[in-house]
């Protein structure tokens, strides 16, 4: 079985401040994990992913996220936030075997940045 | 470049009514699947489907029904809906391959009464 935990329902951050939105999750084996963008109103959109290779993975719109495989977590990251960055935000993981068509998604968080 | 298309984005229903979700893609993809969204329960995959004339149950499949007759197509069935059908339905497809990103429709949004 697999899972992701998204400890914060809402995260509220100043523009301007940097801002992390925290995932964890469990898979056997190794994982592929993504991280998911919605808007009010509007579908998933993509920002970045973790396959293989450098921990830290670079997205969409400055956005970031660290891989740490002894943590399970995947916590995404922007240096300096902006105002139109405030949506739900979700962290997701796969299991990278063969024949793995499940993305299991977690709860979301939902970010406001604050003018 | 159109994506993924649902159709259609709003519909309310009585209960036991059936209707049919629309979902296509143009981008060749093998893989597509149908999740719906909840307040505080992310996103839980319904049906899947990995080629035409192929798919398979998800997490939550009851009182739903697919097929796929094409690559492109790939329609969600309410049968008799429920009250507890009342969601957010998402279409999404990928290149098959668990490494390979879905990309997801704009959404459905479904009230049963």
């Known amino acids: 079985a697999q899972s992701v935990a998204q400890p914060e329902d809402q995260v509220n951050v100043a523009e301007g401040n940097p801002l992390t939105v925290k995932c964890t999750y469990s898979v056997s084996g190794n994982p592929y994990l993504f991280w998911y963008v919605q808007y009010p109103n509007r579908g998933l959109q993509f920002l970045l992913k973790?396959?293989?290779?450098?921990?830290l993975v670079k997205g969409s719109y400055g956005f970031e996220a660290e891989f740490n495989k002894s943590q399970t977590s995947f916590h995404l990251k922007k240096p300096s936030a902006l105002v139109s960055d405030s949506a739900l935000y979700f962290c997701a993981v796969k299991w990278s075997g063969a024949g793995s068509y499940q993305l299991t998604f977690g709860k979301g968080t939902k970010l406001s940045v604050i003018p | 470049n159109a994506g993924v298309t649902q159709t259609p984005k709003f519909q309310v229903l009585k209960t036991g009514q059936s209707m049919t979700l629309q979902c296509a893609q143009d981008?060749?993809?093998?893989?597509m699947s149908w999740y719906r969204q909840d307040p505080g329960m992310g996103l839980r995959l319904i049906h899947y489907?990995?080629?035409?004339?192929?798919?398979d149950q998800g997490e939550v499949p009851n009182g739903y029904n697919v097929s796929r007759s094409t690559t492109e197509d790939f329609p969600l069935r309410l049968l008799s809906a429920a009250p507890s059908q009342t969601s957010v339905y998402f279409c999404?497809?990928?290149?098959?391959?668990?490494?390979?990103?879905?990309?997801f429709g704009e959404g459905s949004w479904l009230t049963v009464v």
């Open positions: 973790y396959i293989t290779g450098d921990n």
């Open positions: 999404a497809s990928s290149f098959e391959g668990s490494g390979n990103t879905i990309y």
């Open positions: 981008m060749n993809h093998e893989y």
């Open positions: 489907s990995v080629g035409a004339g192929i798919t």
